[in-house]
C-alpha cells in the first residue's frame, strides 16, 4: 500500500531564510506527486504537482519540488520566506492510473520576522 | 466556476442529532471525494464517487455515516445518529475523470458535536 511521510509536523524559519519541506513516498507504481497549502480556515490549495514530466516543478507563490526516484523523495523549497507562507503544507500522492489522493500528516509552517 | 461548494460552513449540534453536509461539485467533474480532516488523524478519505457511484467507501468510519450522490451536481455526508468524536472539518473534492490528475478542494465544513 502506498504511504506519504513528511518530516516534521513543524517547521519554523526566518523571513528570508531558505524553506525545506521534506516529503518521502513509497510505492510500487509510478506516481504523482502534489503539494497542497492550507491556509487557516481554509480548503486546501494546489501548490504544485508532478506527473512525471520535468523532475523539477515550479508552482506559485515561489515554491518549486523536486522528484528523486532514486531517494522516493518530493521535498518542497522556497528560497526566500516570506510571512505569508505561513500555512499548513500537505504532500499528497496518487498512482498512475489511481484516482485516490493519499495525504501526508501536514506541516505546518511558521515563519518568524 | 466557482469552485466546490460546501454548506454549512460551519455546524454545531448535539450528540445524537443527525447532520447533513453539502456538497456541490465542479461542473464537468467525474469523481468526488469526501474527506475528514483531525489534529489526530490528519486528512482521510472516507468515501469517493465516480459519475455519481460509490466506488471506495472503506474510509466511512462505521455505519453511522452515509454518503449520496444523487445527481452530478449535488453530493451529502450524513451522520445519524452524531457523536462527539465526530467533530473535525469534511471537505468534498472533485477532479476532472481524465487529463487533470489533482483535486479541487472545497472550503469545509467544520463540524462541532457537543
Known amino acids: 500500500a502506498q504511504s506519504v511521510t513528511q518530516l516534521g509536523s513543524h517547521v519554523s524559519v526566518s523571513e528570508g531564510a531558505l524553506v525545506l519541506l521534506r516529503c518521502n513516498y513509497s510505492?510500487?507504481?509510478?506516481?504523482?506527486l502534489f503539494w497542497y497549502v492550507q491556509y487557516p480556515n481554509q480548503g486546501l490549495q494546489l501548490l504544485l504537482k508532478?506527473?512525471?514530466?520535468?523532475?523539477l516543478v515550479k508552482g506559485i507563490n515561489g515554491f518549486e519540488a523536486e522528484f528523486k526516484k532514486s531517494e522516493t523523495s518530493f521535498h518542497l523549497t522556497k528560497p526566500s520566506a516570506h510571512m505569508s507562507d505561513a500555512a499548513e503544507y500537505f504532500c499528497a500522492y496518487s498512482g498512475a492510473g489511481s484516482y485516490q489522493l493519499t495525504f501526508g500528516k501536514g506541516t505546518k509552517l511558521s515563519v518568524i520576522p | 466556476d466557482a469552485g466546490v461548494i460546501q454548506s454549512p460552513r460551519h455546524e454545531v449540534t448535539e450528540m445524537g442529532q443527525e447532520v447533513t453536509l453539502r456538497c456541490k461539485p465542479i461542473?464537468?467533474?467525474?469523481?468526488l471525494f469526501w474527506y475528514r480532516q483531525t489534529m489526530m488523524r490528519g486528512l482521510e478519505l472516507l468515501i469517493y464517487f465516480n459519475n455519481n457511484v460509490p466506488i471506495d467507501d472503506s474510509g466511512m468510519p462505521e455505519d453511522r455515516f452515509s454518503a449520496k450522490m444523487p445527481n452530478a451536481s449535488f453530493s451529502t455526508l450524513k451522520i445519524q445518529p452524531s457523536e462527539p468524536r465526530d467533530s473535525a472539518v469534511y471537505f468534498c473534492?472533485?477532479?476532472?475523470?481524465?487529463?487533470?490528475?489533482?483535486?479541487?478542494f472545497g472550503q469545509g465544513t467544520r463540524l462541532t458535536v457537543v
Open positions: 510505492s510500487s507504481v509510478p506516481p504523482y
Open positions: 461542473s464537468g467533474h467525474d469523481y
Open positions: 508532478y506527473t512525471s514530466a520535468a523532475t
Open positions: 473534492a472533485t477532479r476532472p475523470g481524465r487529463g487533470v490528475a489533482e483535486a479541487f
